[in-house]
């Protein structure tokens, strides 16, 4: 079972840090979606605590192409 305080805990340090890297994004862009996804999924393959896995949604939101949103 995931965790859902843990993976949103991790999704906002991620998307907290993501967004002060770059400014232009909004907050309701669509990458925000695609990294909570990514995250529950990361979650369900293996433990993981929040600050774990905000690091790999880090990763995760700096792969992403810029035009997604």
Request: charged residues 35%; contains cysteine.
């Amino acid at each position: 079972m995931v965790d859902e305080v843990t993976v949103r805990r991790a999704a906002e340090t991620a998307w907290t840090v993501y967004r002060a890297a770059h400014p232009d994004v909004d907050v309701h862009d669509s990458r925000r979606y695609l990294l909570e996804c990514f995250l529950h999924r990361r979650r369900e393959e293996r433990e993981s605590d929040a600050e774990e896995l905000a690091s790999f949604g880090i990763a995760y939101l700096h792969q992403l192409p810029e035009d997604e949103g």
